[in-house]
């Protein structure tokens, strides 16, 4: 009989020592994204991050910085899943190998904000007749200079204004911040700069729905801004949490998510559209 009860007592506490190991294992699930500022600025990752833990018991955690620096953290195996927006350079991330799976997710636009009086005269213009006005008239510009995906597009528009980056210019001032930082510079300095609208939304919010830079160059085709989710490639980082890396890329491509980006709104307004395939 004594032993009949050690052997359940035994037995009990293998048990228990399971279900405590599984619990630790669940509650130690986390995936290390790397994503460009504009995600955490406007409060997106914020909101969508308990749906997803909620959905699969994986927490997230991220570092926000510009898309060139968080493609070198998924390089260097710092990261598991990259959530950027620079097409260009996710494609040539991917096809030298250390990303894999790049999914399309969502998509917002970028904007050229400026003082409402205008003093190169771009309001209503396209993107390139915008900084072409700039130049000529030296106004003040400001960039993020951060090899960001807003700084990539920036260089790709004074690209196809005619020119090469004023780098060396005056008028031309480079922050090598993040996009709140850099509009708030170019207020100080009624100057111009471009960003993504998501951003500028939130920008507004601080200011009470009456910021003192405004939107005056949108809608051209050129200002596009897509987002994609990424997969550090485990072939490259033996580190790499693949399994919730690509959990990670399903949910976002998912119904669930999906509806959940295109409900996200400040001041009213949408943030980012929805568009994984």
Same mark, same amino acid.
């Given at each position: 009989?004594?032993?009949?009860?050690?052997?359940?007592?035994?037995?009990?506490?293998?048990?228990?020592?399971?279900?405590?190991?599984?619990?630790?294992?669940?509650?130690?699930?986390?995936?290390?994204?790397?994503?460009?500022?504009?995600?955490?600025?406007?409060?997106?990752?914020?909101?969508?991050?308990?749906?997803?833990?909620?959905?699969?018991?994986? !927490?997230? %955690?991220? /570092? $926000?910085? *510009?898309? #060139?620096?968080?493609?070198?953290?998924?390089?260097?195996? &710092?990261?598991?899943?990259?959530?950027?927006?620079?097409?260009?350079? !996710?494609? %040539?991330? /991917? $096809?030298? *190998?250390? #990303?894999?799976?790049?999914?399309?997710?969502?998509?917002? &636009?970028?904007?050229?904000?400026?003082?409402?009086?205008?003093?190169?005269?771009? %309001?209503?213009?396209?993107? *390139?007749?915008?900084?072409?006005?700039?130049?000529?008239?030296?106004?003040?510009?400001?960039?993020?200079?951060?090899?960001?995906?807003?700084?990539?597009?920036?260089?790709?528009?004074?690209?196809?204004?005619?020119?090469?980056?004023?780098?060396?210019?005056?008028?031309?001032?480079?922050?090598?911040?993040?996009?709140?930082?850099?509009?708030?510079?170019?207020?100080?300095?009624?100057?111009?700069?471009?960003?993504?609208?998501?951003?500028?939304?939130?920008?507004?919010?601080?200011?009470?729905?009456?910021?003192?830079?405004?939107?005056?160059?949108?809608?051209?085709?050129?200002?596009?801004?897509?987002?994609?989710?990424?997969?550090?490639?485990?072939?490259?980082?033996?580190?790499?949490?693949?399994?919730?890396?690509?959990?990670?890329?399903?949910?976002?491509?998912?119904?669930?998510?999906?509806?959940?980006?295109?409900?996200?709104?400040?001041?009213?307004?949408?943030?980012?559209?929805?568009?994984?395939?």
């Amino acid at each position: 009989m004594k032993k009949t009860n050690r052997m359940r007592r035994v037995l009990m506490m293998s048990v228990f020592l399971l279900i405590a190991t599984c619990v630790t294992a669940m509650a130690g699930q986390s995936l290390m994204m790397a994503t460009t500022t504009s995600t955490e600025n406007t409060g997106l990752l914020d909101y969508l991050s308990p749906f997803f833990t909620k959905e699969t018991g994986i !927490e997230i %955690k991220w /570092v $926000a910085t *510009g898309t #060139g620096k968080a493609l070198k953290l998924g390089e260097n195996c &710092d990261a598991d899943v990259l959530l950027v927006h620079d097409p260009e350079s !996710e494609k %040539k991330f /991917v $096809a030298a *190998g250390h #990303g894999i799976e790049r999914r399309e997710i969502m998509y917002n &636009d970028f904007v050229i904000i400026g003082p409402e009086a205008d003093p190169a005269g771009i %309001k209503g213009k396209t993107t *390139g007749e915008a900084l072409a006005a700039v130049r000529a008239r030296a106004a003040i510009f400001v960039s993020r200079g951060d090899n960001s995906g807003t700084h990539s597009k920036e260089k790709a528009i004074w690209q196809n204004a005619g020119g090469m980056l004023p780098e060396k210019e005056a008028w031309y001032v480079q922050t090598g911040q993040g996009m709140l930082p850099t509009i708030a510079v170019a207020a100080e300095r009624n100057g111009y700069t471009l960003t993504d609208r998501g951003t500028y939304i939130k920008y507004a919010d601080t200011q009470k729905g009456n910021p003192p830079l405004k939107i005056l160059v949108e809608g051209d085709n050129a200002l596009l801004n897509q987002y994609s989710v990424i997969c550090v490639n485990p072939e490259k980082c033996s580190s790499i949490k693949i399994d919730s890396a690509r959990k990670f890329s399903e949910w976002m491509a998912g119904a669930e998510a999906q509806k959940l980006i295109n409900d996200f709104k400040l001041l009213g307004k949408q943030l980012f559209f929805a568009n994984a395939k």
